[in-house]
């Protein structure tokens, strides 16, 4: 099994640690390299994520009794320019189930009988549902303002609901004290690696479905549960020689919570403390990403530009969206909006692609 490894001091963990960070302070990070990128190994009798399981840190058979088939989204065409990939495609309706379906693959594996987690509601729903497929008691905390449909569906999975008051990096807190006092695994999204190596497989798809990498990426960037997963597939396609270069990479923030943003256009290594105010785009509206170093040097590494989505074309965005017959939550229209407000400041940008992050229903409210 692979190990962690602290993002600060350095040291290291075996990845069986019920331990959510470093004694330090600092977050893990997997010690774990995948083989070449070769097409032959993918399991193409996997029809699930785990059909590139080869260049994934999964361990024994687990995963077998944990999926529910998430993955293999197809990738349609919006029009000639833009390419959307459809995610919320998946069994809770968005795209985290690729990340919830390695990590509870993991806790399976290591024993863990009981899981806390906070989140604005996609991620929840989707480690409530893999918990409740795993036999693994689970506890969710939201923010004040979640969708209702987004609690109930986490109810449904055998889930208990915490809301609270405040905002969602308050949620997040107080999720965390929970952790300390009562000593659970905090299955977190933005805390534990494994997440990250579940997104990965969202660009491994596009590239076996297209054959290639389309020339333009965005990304909804909050806590960077998809960002990180991308760059790290984007690397290793890079690494095996599959593609030529880096693709260009626009990361979407809200205009109304972006401290990846406006760190990014002064340079920072740390993101700048913001108040985030009231936006469609709760699902990217994290004040304080605790990823946020991490973030930044791969924006520096690879030119990404951090972008705000404007939120009075949210929903004009979705609107457009949805009379071409697809029906996103808001945060997954900014993503669009982003990309609209971008073509009419800069010109015409062809060969996107966007990713279809959650179904409509989960955000009507």
């Given at each position: ?130 918990c409740g497929r795993a036999g693994i008691a689970c506890e969710i905390f939201v923010p004040e303002g979640t969708s209702e ?217």
């Amino acid at each position: 099994m692979s190990s962690f490894i602290c993002t600060i001091c350095g040291q290291s963990a075996p990845a069986s640690t019920l331990q959510p960070r470093c004694g330090c302070g600092g977050l893990w990070k997997l010690d774990y390299q995948p083989p070449r990128y070769d097409p032959a190994l993918v399991d193409r009798d996997s029809w699930n994520i785990f059909r590139y399981r080869a260049f994934l840190p999964v361990v024994g058979d687990t995963w077998r009794s944990i999926s529910l088939g998430e993955g293999l989204t197809p990738v349609i065409r919006l029009d000639e320019d833009v390419l959307l990939k459809m995610d919320y495609q998946m069994p809770t309706l968005s795209f985290k189930d690729r990340g919830a379906a390695v990590l509870v693959s993991h806790c399976k594996q290591i024993g863990v009988q009981a899981v806390v987690q906070d989140s604005s509601g996609n991620a929840g729903n989707s480690v409530a549902a893999y918990c409740g497929r795993a036999g693994i008691a689970c506890e969710i905390f939201v923010p004040e303002g979640t969708s209702e449909k987004k609690i109930a569906m986490i109810k449904s999975h055998g889930a208990q609901v915490q809301v609270i008051a405040g905002s969602r990096d308050h949620c997040a807190e107080v999720c965390r004290a929970r952790v300390t006092e009562d000593g659970l695994y905090y299955a977190s999204h933005v805390y534990n690696p494994f997440f990250y190596e579940g997104t990965k497989t969202y660009l491994y798809e596009v590239y076996e479905q297209l054959g290639r990498v389309p020339a333009n990426l965005f990304i909804p960037l909050g806590n960077g549960t998809l960002f990180i997963g991308v760059v790290r597939a984007l690397e290793h396609l890079l690494a095996s020689g599959l593609i030529e270069a880096m693709p260009n990479l626009f990361a979407v923030q809200s205009e109304r919570c972006d401290p990846l943003a406006r760190a990014a256009a002064a340079g920072l290594a740390e993101p700048v403390r913001v108040v985030p105010s009231a936006t469609l785009a709760e699902g990217i509206a994290i004040g304080v990403p605790m990823r946020g170093a991490e973030i930044l040097a791969m924006v520096r590494r690879h030119a990404v530009q951090v972008i705000t989505a404007p939120e009075d074309r949210i929903l004009e965005a979705r609107a457009r969206l949805e009379a071409r017959g697809v029906y996103c939550e808001h945060t997954t229209a900014a993503t669009y909006a982003a990309l609209l407000a971008y073509a009419d400041r800069h010109g015409r940008l062809a060969d996107c692609l966007l990713p279809m992050c959650g179904a409509g229903l989960k955000s009507d409210h």
